[in-house]
Each structure stands twice: as structure tokens, then as C-alpha cells.
């Protein structure tokens, strides 16, 4: 077992509040062996950030929650993100997320299912399907933000129907263009609910359809 598989388990353990010892250690006896076999010195700050709190588990008598807190850091300097398997809130928040987008494939008569693929093993990536074709790179675990899954969501979803239809897109209602999708942020806010994935059409010098998932609303400006 690798550092991945064992830092899942520790990963898991913390999440579920179990017990991380063992799986801490064993963590950090493949991180010491990973950091002695490719000769990390400790003149590089994030080896020896990993030499610190390897040693800490390994040699100090910790508690319950120092073994967490350390178990914790390593995580962080061995930069685990934990696969959808691992973090079920996570795939809850995909999922969600595509049941949205869908909203806006159904306003514009696609009938055909749009479903979630994860990738095996370990479940690290996602794929948007629709009618079981995805195109295009997958989804990673690790991005949490909702407007950011809402935006990947329907990329993938867009590229996805286009591989399998050969038609665009979605398209403007009023001019027929098919659109393409925008992000607006908080310090670019056009009013109360600017902010999110929107649906743009770049008829008329370019306006904003929808928000994802809202097509069926009509035109927001």
C-alpha cells in the first residue's frame, strides 16, 4: 500500500472521527521512506516541514488529539485530496450540482439521461454523461466551491451533448447562437443575484441569458 491508499485512511479516520493512530504511523513510515529514497534534505522547507511531523508521530508519545493534529498535517504536506469514494459530501455536492445543469438540457428538449461516471479506482475524477458519452477532461474531487461546480458541471455537460449530438448547445432563445458560459464574482456584481455561472449569448454585443440552471427564466439583463 502506497502513501495515497494510506493517506486515504488516515483521511478517512479523521473524518469519521475514528481512531488515526495506526493509520497515521503507517503513514508516516511511507512518507520517511518516500523522503530517504529520493533524498529530500531537510535545506527544503516543505522535506523538512515532512521530516517534523514524521518525526513528531513517529517518536513523540502524543495524545488522542495531538496523533489528529499531526495526522492532519500530514496530510497537508503530502497534498492528499481525497478522491469522491473518500468524501461523500463531495459527491453529494456534484451531484447536486448536475441535477441543476440538467434543469437547463431539459428546458431545451434533450430527453436523453444526464448521469455522473466516476473514474476507478479511488474515485479521483467524475465525468458528466449524457446518454453515457462524456467528452473532455473529468472533474476533481478536491474543488468544493458550489459556483465552481455549478460552472464545471455544465462545461462538461455542454461538451458532452455536443460529442454526442453534433448540435450546439445550449442557444439563445432570441438569437439562435449557442451559448457559452461566464463566472461574475462578488466584486462584479450587476444587482442582487449577479453573482454565479451564467448562461451568455453574444448576440447584441453580448448578454446574459440565464443563470446555469435557469434557462427556463428567460433573459437576466
Known sequence: MGVEDRAAEVYVALRDRGSVRAAAVELAGEVLEALLEFGAGEDDE???????????ILEED????EIREAAARLLKVTSFEPGFADAPERRAALEAAVEVVARDA???GLTEPVTVRYDEPGE??????YAGSWHGQGLRAHDMDPESWLFGAADALQEAVMEKT???????????LGL?????DSEDRRGPRADGAFWVCAGEGGHRVARVGALSEGRVE
Do not use: K, M, S
Open 124 to 129: 479521483v475524477e467524475a465525468h458528466v454523461c
Open 106 to 108: 431539459r428546458v431545451q
Open 166 to 176: 453534433w448540435q450546439v448547445w445550449p442557444v439563445c432563445p432570441d438569437h439562435e
Open 62 to 65: 502524543l495524545d488522542e488529539e
Open 180 to 184: 457559452h458560459l461566464e463566472t461574475v
Open 46 to 56: 516543505e522535506a523538512r516541514e515532512a521530516y517534523a511531523v514524521v518525526r513528531r
